[in-house]
């Protein structure tokens, strides 16, 4: 599928606005609302749009404390590979988790109340996934951007 001007401002304006009714986005874009619901339904076929969110607020719900914790696994074969990421799929604390290059392998966003429940996370969550050969963790102390957004130039 090749995205056009209006596709692009669509996903611009959604990105930002998941919540604008087919209406309101249709007024945005300068459409009427039937293409602007057929293009947005298209995009969400295509798997442009993968799911629609709401950002809450983690210090509100009294979870304030996000780290980032690097793992590096003791053996490297699918098995223990494919295991590990069914484990942490199922931790409520791991919001994100990552396969990455360099001298770890996988990145986790951790989110938690404080120091404390990080230290029991450690020790009863992650001490449960196996093959784990080390941790680092990084703790956040102040966000300065977190837009979830997918830059997107106009072709």
């Avoid at 599928?1 to 874009?29: F, G, H, P």
């Avoid at 770890?104 to 230290?119: C, N, P, S, T």
């Amino acid at each position: 599928m090749q995205l056009d001007k209006i596709d692009i401002r669509i996903l611009n304006i959604l990105q930002n606005r998941s919540n604008l009714t087919t209406k309101e986005l249709a007024a945005r874009v300068n459409l009427s609302t039937t293409p602007v619901f057929e293009r947005v339904k298209k995009l969400e076929k295509e798997g442009y749009i993968k799911k629609y969110i709401a950002l809450l607020d983690a210090e509100k719900l009294d979870n304030g404390l996000t780290v980032f914790c690097n793992i590096t696994l003791k053996e490297h074969t699918r098995e223990i590979g494919n295991q590990f990421v069914a484990d942490i799929k199922l931790i409520d604390e791991v919001v994100e988790c990552y396969n990455t290059s360099g001298d770890f392998d996988f990145l986790l966003k951790i989110v938690v109340k404080d120091m404390k429940h990080y230290q029991d996370f450690v020790l009863n969550h992650l001490g449960d996934v196996k093959n784990i050969g080390s941790t680092h963790s990084t703790f956040v102390m102040g966000e300065i951007k977190n837009s979830h957004s997918i830059p997107i130039k106009n072709s």
